[in-house]
Structure formats: C-alpha cells, structure tokens
C-alpha cells in the first residue's frame, strides 16, 4: 500500500516546487524522491514555503499538513527564523524560548496521528562555521535535538553533515543550496531514514 510523506520547511524545501508541474521542485526532496521511487511505494509531497519560520510552519499546519493524514512528516525549518535576525532586525523575531514553544505545539499537536517523524537540524548560514549566523544558529539547532529525543523522531543531523563536510560551494548565498548542498542534505535524510528503519 502506498505511503503519503510531507516534507515540510522553507525556501530550502520549496526549491522552485512552485515552478513544477509536479509541485516536487529541483531540491533535495526531488532527490529523495529519486532515490526511493525504486524502492518504496510512496507519494512524496513538498510543502515548503519561502521565508517561512516555525511561526508560518504553525499558522498552516492543519493545512499543509495534518488534513493530508501523512504517514510520514519530514520537517526542516529554523535558518530563516535566525536569519531574520540578521538582515530584517527591525521585524518582530523569533527567539529560541518562542521557537522551542511553537515547535513543541506543532509535534505535541501530531502526536495523535501516529506519522513518524523526521527533525532536521537547521543547516547553515554562511559557509564558514565561525560566522555569526552559524554561532546564532546553536541553540535551535540543539533545541531540535532536545525535541526529536521527546517525540521520538528521528534526528537528520544536517548541521553537523554541513559543519564537518570538506565541500565547498555547498550555496549560492550562505544559505540557498546549491546541487551540491541538496545532495548533502539529501544523502543525510537518507542514511538517516535507512538507519532508523532498520533499527
């Protein structure tokens, strides 16, 4: 029987979805797709929406989300919810105490339908592990390990793949994945979901 996954985030999950008559995109969901056509009977459907926070995340969760009864819910968010910080400090942000709490609601909220659940470690800002982005980014990133051993879910440790990689040129701005960096991520989900499932 087929399974439904979402996969759910931001700009770097929605990755030109909305240009694709498939509403899959070009980014590291279209490469999981790819690799597990062969292998698994499984819809994969993106839902990633450019500049969203974990705040957007909520507000549309029902939505985007929990009205499509997924088997499985892959969640990547976080980058813009530090990024904000840094080129829009005049706009209302979000701070690791709110971040936590929403994302908490958000999964505490899931809890019910039984999907099993993928967290994905915000990846980077600037490819440089010294940059303010990245030092700024610590907290939510240990925030999604705190809530992934909670819920259960299954940790995707891209921040660290994305820290410890020898590769270069893994963005086209710090921040948007370049072929490269939706490989990596890609590969991380899926060494991450191999093992899990094997367990």
């Excluded at 770097?12 to 279209?30: A, L, M, N, S, W």
């Excluded at 390990?145 to 921040?159: D, F, N, S």
């Excluded at 948007?176 to 939706?182: L, Q, R, S, V, Y």
């Amino acid at each position: 029987m087929s399974q439904k996954w979402v996969f759910i985030g931001d700009s770097i999950t929605e990755c030109g979805r909305f240009e694709d008559p498939q509403d899959i995109g070009d980014g590291y969901v279209k490469m999981i797709q790819d690799e597990l056509m062969q292998k698994k009977e499984v819809e994969i459907v993106n839902r990633g929406v450019g500049g969203n926070r974990v705040t957007d995340l909520a507000a549309r969760w029902e939505e985007d989300v929990l009205s499509l009864k997924p088997d499985l819910i892959s969640i990547s968010i976080g980058i813009n919810d530090v990024w904000r910080q840094l080129d829009q400090p005049k706009m209302e942000q979000v701070y690791p105490g709110e971040f936590r709490e929403v994302f908490d609601k958000i999964l505490a909220g899931t809890k019910h339908t039984g999907a099993e659940l993928y967290l994905m470690e915000p990846t980077i800002i600037e490819e440089n592990n010294e940059s303010k982005g990245n030092q700024m980014l610590i907290p939510y990133v240990e925030i999604v390990r705190e809530l992934a051993a909670k819920y259960g879910a299954t940790l995707v440790p891209t921040h660290t793949a994305f820290l410890q990689t020898a590769q270069t040129d893994l963005t086209t701005d710090g921040v948007h994945m370049t072929d490269a960096g939706n490989r990596l991520m890609a590969d991380t989900w899926l060494e991450a979901f191999f093992a899990a499932e094997h367990n």
